[in-house]
């Protein structure tokens, strides 16, 4: 049967369930958001006020916020029985299993025959909600898990029930990949399922350790947070973050749903939770937990304090590091890393020691219990918790046998299946073989294909077996079929001399020998734009004729792009902020993530995009217009938009910014954005590329730029922006009205080219936009002078 989700219904409109929908209408459905009946005359109030609070919170639930127009919101009393033109209806009510069955005995009234129904608890077992439904409703009901923030995370686990549909757990994880952008993950009907049984108790166990070994919260927290390919949350931040009361619940939740679990049994009281909670000290929801922060008027500055766990009081923040942390950073790789923290004498590598062996012994033990395959696992921990490396592929990193002896040398015991795999003389869980990952299964005792990889294309696992040529900050693999892939790998993928090398290397090599050339990485951004320092060097030296040459190498570069014999496709993803969109702007076609942060941030900085962005913008500004159009219009917006350095929060967010056109690809699912890319390159090969001419562009002339001027003296008599801010916009409208001309003309790029590498480099010249430049560097953080 060919099954299509057109409508779905998501039942109760709490935080979890206003995101989901949330999640679902970005995706192009129509939804349906049903709660309890409000009193008076608007009876869809509590629905429609948790919808409300839902868009604005931050981050936003949903990609772009026209699309909350696809989410209808009603009330139980009045609207549960139009389920029945539903697809797919997802439970989203209060944890208690008498209400969910009295709710799921209404849905089995009114659903159509062959709907999905599913629930969203956290740990209610599913067998116990299907008790007494039809045929066809347990046949079709099963677990699905979001993880929250919905839209962010990407763990979607299933938890089938005694009687669901094998195909309508195949459909779900495909659906949750392809259309949602999900990491589906088949779990047994255990307490907690994966992600929250290994999560939780990992949390729970640091916190114990932290507090036995006597170390501070914030040096807990930087042990286990980004040093670990973690989030820099680390652990209590996480705690306050979630909820401390909701932490304690579903730690005991767990303990007594597990009796025989010797690990979550063997938890001792928390003596500091137990404080905290009795305090109503709940975590971010109540301002105060492990942390809190306060702002001081009289200073302007946030005072941070954290909790004494000795003396249960708080005080001033102590940023200060670990020396095993400095040491650990210098040492390069996850693996280098792990090998220093472990071995570390003091408070710090006991902390890790003991986290690790309780961690490894505890995920070898509920191998088969709660999955039967041990990549699901890290695959939980990756997508629901956000860890960059899951706890079997860190035992990985560390080495089988050293695993093993970590764990018994802190007194626990390795589950009997991994030490049969040592003495089979297997080393380690997973293998690469053909840029295909292999998991030992514990089964048949031997490596299996991990199913469902031919959609994607890792490149961690063909880079050596398929790099054609690499430098310091760049590689270039064969990803087969005639397409090349290049790749970022400088700090962050900012792009400077390595990169812009790597990029006409790769178009060269396309143009002799292949079909077409991807852009695309798989770092967290795909870049964050310029080489921030090498332009403060050179401008700081006065270097002019430096800077200019490396300010045309990338414009030319850029053009490169645009005008190959080849395709170019350009995968952004994460940040792409100045350089990374520009090269973007370029290519032939934009296959992009979803979560695509893209924007012309150069402004920030004190200058004006110069690699070609600003020219890119005048020209789409004047494109495909009528001739009654306004053109004035969309040049004010285009000139807007890096005027204030927008940048989209999603990649539907950039088609409204002009940064991604509507013949471009959004991928809801990044790890399959390299194959999408892949093939988008091979389509545009084979249907007759051919390499394009360049093109005039037309520019308004000195009455539109006196427009402009006009608006920014506007803008700084009302005190919005300052002097220097005036600048910077006045000579990014002179670039795009196209200079020193009388009236509207058609120019060539390159000359727009000029005038915008003769623009960035005057801006150089100026000090506060050195300061500008200096302050990016040490903070992060634009600074306004």
Not at 300 to 314: C, I, M, P, V
């Amino acid at each position: 049967m060919n099954r299509h989700i057109k409508k779905v219904t998501v039942l109760g409109s709490g935080v979890m369930g206003s995101a989901i929908a949330c999640h679902f209408a970005g995706n192009g459905l129509q939804v349906r958001l049903l709660d309890m009946q409000a009193e008076g005359s608007d009876r869809n109030k509590i629905a429609s006020d948790h919808l409300k609070n839902a868009i604005k919170s931050n981050p936003s639930p949903i990609y772009d916020k026209a699309f909350v127009s696809r989410i209808e919101v009603g009330n139980f009393e009045d609207d549960l029985e139009k389920i029945k033109d539903s697809d797919w209806v997802i439970e989203v009510i209060i944890e208690r299993l008498d209400i969910k069955k009295s709710m799921f005995e209404k849905v089995d009234q009114f659903r159509k025959e062959g709907s999905l129904v599913t629930s969203n608890t956290s740990g209610i077992p599913i067998h116990l909600m299907s008790e007494g439904r039809s045929e066809d409703f347990q046949k079709h009901f099963c677990g699905t898990h979001f993880f929250n923030p919905p839209r962010y995370l990407k763990l979607f686990e299933i938890i089938p029930g005694p009687k669901t549909d094998a195909s309508i757990i195949d459909f779900l994880s495909m659906y949750a990949d392809k259309f949602l952008g999900k990491t589906p993950v088949l779990c047994k009907d255990t307490p907690g399922f994966i992600g929250n049984r290994i999560g939780v108790y990992s949390m729970a166990k640091v916190m114990e350790l932290a507090q036995q070994i006597g170390l501070t919260i914030e040096e807990a927290d930087t042990l286990t947070g980004s040093i670990l390919g973690r989030p820099k949350t680390g652990t209590f931040k996480l705690a306050d973050l979630v909820g401390l009361d909701t932490a304690a619940n579903v730690t005991k939740g767990l303990q007594q749903n597990c009796p025989n679990d010797i690990f979550l049994q063997d938890l001792k009281d928390s003596k500091v939770l137990n404080f905290l909670l009795e305090n109503k000290f709940l975590g971010d929801k109540t301002q105060k937990g492990f942390y809190y922060k306060v702002y001081d008027k009289d200073s302007g500055q946030t005072n941070r304090f954290a909790l004494d766990l000795e003396k249960l009081e708080y005080r001033p923040l102590d940023r200060k590091n670990l020396p095993v942390i400095e040491r650990a950073k210098q040492a390069g790789g996850i693996k280098n890393r792990l090998g220093i923290l472990l071995k570390d004498k003091g408070k710090a590598g006991e902390l890790l020691r003991k986290h690790f062996a309780s961690l490894l012994a505890y995920v070898a033990d509920k191998v088969p219990e709660i999955s039967d395959v041990l990549y699901s696992i890290d695959d939980a921990m990756k997508t629901g918790y956000a860890w960059k490396y899951g706890p079997f592929e860190s035992w990985d990193l560390m080495g089988l046998k050293n695993g093993i002896e970590l764990i018994e040398s802190e007194g626990y015991k390795t589950a009997d299946w991994v030490k049969e795999m040592l003495d089979s003389g297997k080393n380690s869980f997973y293998q690469i073989k053909d840029g295909k990952t292999y998991y030992y299964d514990i089964q048949s005792k031997d490596y299996k294909k991990i199913p469902g990889q031919d959609a994607f294309i890792v490149l961690d696992n063909i880079r050596k077996s398929k790099e054609i040529w690499s430098n310091p900050e760049a590689s270039i693999q064969d990803l087969g079929d005639g397409i090349i892939n290049l790749e970022f790998r400088s700090k962050m993928n900012s792009m400077g001399g390595g990169v812009i090398a790597g990029i006409n290397k790769a178009i060269e090599l396309a143009e002799k020998d292949y079909r077409g050339l991807v852009v695309g990485n798989q770092a967290d951004n795909f870049s964050v734009g310029a080489n921030l320092a090498m332009i403060l060097m050179m401008a700081a030296e006065q270097d002019w004729w430096e800077l200019n040459r490396a300010i045309k190498i990338f414009q030319d570069t850029m053009m490169r792009v645009r005008y190959s014999a080849v395709p170019v496709v350009v995968a952004p993803h994460g940040m792409t902020l100045g350089g990374g969109c520009e090269m973007s702007l370029h290519a032939d076609k934009i296959v992009a993530a979803a979560e695509t942060y893209i924007g012309l941030v150069e402004v920030g900085v004190g200058v004006i995009p110069g690699g070609g962005g600003t020219k890119e913008m005048t020209k789409r500004a004047c494109q495909h217009l009528m001739p009654d159009d306004v053109k004035i219009n969309h040049l004010r917006e285009a000139y807007m938009n890096i005027a204030m350095a927008k940048v989209a929060t999603s990649a539907f967010e950039a088609k409204n910014l002009g940064f991604i056109r509507n013949e471009d690809i959004i991928v809801v699912n990044k790890d399959r954005q390299i194959a999408e890319a892949k093939r988008h390159a091979i389509v545009m090969s084979e249907s007759g590329y051919t390499q394009p001419i360049t093109e005039k562009v037309k520019v308004m002339g000195k009455n539109a730029m006196g427009m402009f001027y006009v608006g920014s003296d506007q803008m700084v008599a009302g005190k919005y922006i300052s002097e220097h801010d005036r600048l910077i916009a006045n000579k990014l409208a002179y670039v795009m009205t196209g200079g020193n001309l009388s009236e509207p003309a058609e120019v060539s790029e390159q000359y727009l080219l000029d005038l915008e590498r003769e623009a960035f480099l005057s801006l150089c010249g100026e000090r506060k936009t050195l300061e500008r430049i200096q302050h990016m560097l040490k903070t992060g953080k634009p600074l306004r002078n």
